[in-house]
């Protein structure tokens, strides 16, 4: 009698552990499908010349220097 159920038992658990290798393979859906994430691209950065022109408008630089600073960013030594 105990051969009888150890057997049944272990019968039970090899049709358990064939059912989960079985679904083992399957793919499973995910229950929402997101975009993927991307990152808002980076703000432009303003230019030498946006930044030499608000320090000149702001009184933080003389008109000498805008004018040294401008021609040395365009390319020009005085």
Do not use: K, N, Q
Not at 15 to 30: C, D, K, N, Q, Y
């Amino acid at each position: 009698m105990a051969l009888g159920i150890g057997l049944a038992a272990s019968v039970v658990v090899l049709v358990i552990w064939l059912i989960l290798r079985a679904l083992e393979g399957t793919p499973r859906s995910a229950p929402y499908a997101y975009p993927p994430y991307v990152p808002p691209p980076a703000p432009a950065g303003r230019t030498a010349f946006e930044i030499l022109d608000d320090r000149y408008a702001r009184g933080e630089i003389t008109r000498d220097e805008y004018l040294r600073m401008r021609a040395d960013l365009e390319g020009r030594r005085t």
